[in-house]
């Protein structure tokens, strides 16, 4: 048996407003803590993962990639959503290899963010990636890129001055930035 927070919403009913190839629009009707009814519209997402690969030599590789609903080509870090029943690592390690062609020999699971919660259930898995070794991209149809390597330190300083503003990307600049400093560890492992 759970504690019931008092914050709680109770979902009373709910109803699917559009389902796409992988969203799908959900309008609830939900009760209040206070015994209000109104209702919830939001986004579900399957999931998805964000990879931070550092380089043996220090730099961090990104990508550029043309974003639709922004309309402008996006720096950000490697990234893609969860097949159906898919475990985190395994997708993490399939599109580090399919967006940039590298495979890494050592993985670190760093956490989980929820990207957009007054709108969305999404949950990205963020994994640090490290000992890369360089191979063939496997980029999806329709998919089209450009793969960058940057210092660090010049990432960490694009997400300040405004170069970089993809929230996926924002958050893992804190983790890296804590990473490298010693202030957060990870559990690197193995993964020949």
Not at 83 to 89: H, I, K, N
Not at 139 to 161: K, Q, T, Y
Request: with cysteine.
């Amino acid at each position: 048996m759970t504690d019931h927070d008092p914050l709680q919403e109770v979902a009373l009913d709910s109803e699917t407003l559009y389902q796409g190839n992988f969203l799908c629009l959900k309008r609830d009707t939900v009760r209040l803590p206070d015994g209000a009814v109104t209702t919830r519209e939001y986004v579900k997402h399957p999931g998805a993962v964000v990879v931070i690969p550092l380089l043996d030599d220090g730099r961090v590789l990104l990508e550029r990639q043309f974003r639709y609903p922004v309309g402008q080509v996006m720096i950000e870090l490697p990234a893609g959503k969860l097949d159906a029943g898919e475990d985190p690592l395994d997708c993490a390690r399939r599109e580090l290899l399919e967006e940039t062609g590298y495979s890494a020999r050592q993985w670190a699971r760093a956490g989980v963010m929820h990207l957009a919660i007054g709108y969305s259930d999404e949950i990205l898995h963020i994994y640090f990636a490290r000992d890369l070794s360089a191979g063939e991209r496997q980029l999806d149809e329709g998919e089209f890129l450009d793969v960058i390597a940057m210092p660090v330190d010049a990432f960490l300083d694009g997400c300040r001055s405004g170069l970089v503003t993809d929230a996926k990307s924002l958050s893992c600049a804190l983790w890296l930035q804590n990473v490298q400093r010693g202030d957060w560890t990870l559990d690197w492992q193995d993964m020949a």
